[in-house]
């Protein structure tokens, strides 16, 4: 059975016959445009508080029963009114960004904050973009420098 992929987001099985093979593609494409269009129209802090948390528990190995954690990263950074909403984007967070940040530099390695918050700007989705480009990537700034702050405390 061979998988073609279209995009980051689309992958058609052509092991059925191709009659089911367009079928099954019309209705991911179609699955895929809602799914960007619906996310499209959430406010950009709902995505920014997405876009941080989901990335902070990659990059940090956090998982969504660590409320301290995500405390301390919503008391310097302002996603949230509860941190309880932050546990979507944290238990969602592998599947988004295991592609998507294939080759990314430990936190630990010296890679310049700078140029590290450039390649995650790079790496967001543009459905989750909530902001102009300086404003995503000074987000991302203090997210690595909490990243940092947090690791010489461990």
Not at 29 to 42: F, H, I, L, Q
Not at 103 to 116: A, G, K, L, N
């Amino acid at each position: 059975m061979r998988v073609h992929t279209l995009s980051s987001c689309i992958r058609i099985d052509t092991g059925h016959s191709s009659m089911l093979s367009m079928q099954d593609s019309w209705i991911k494409t179609v699955a895929v445009r809602a799914w960007n269009s619906a996310w499209s129209k959430t406010p950009a802090k709902f995505r920014r508080m997405t876009v941080l948390s989901s990335l902070y528990a990659v990059m940090t190995k956090c998982d969504e029963s660590d409320k301290e954690r995500l405390s301390s990263l919503n008391e310097n950074l302002k996603l949230t009114r509860d941190v309880d909403c932050m546990r979507f984007a944290v238990l969602i967070a592998p599947r988004w960004w295991r592609k998507r940040l294939h080759s990314q530099p430990s936190i630990t390695e010296r890679t310049s904050i700078d140029t590290y918050a450039r390649y995650l700007a790079r790496s967001i989705p543009c459905w989750l973009r909530y902001g102009e480009d300086d404003e995503v990537r000074e987000d991302l700034r203090q997210l690595l420098h909490h990243c940092q702050r947090e690791a010489t405390l461990a």
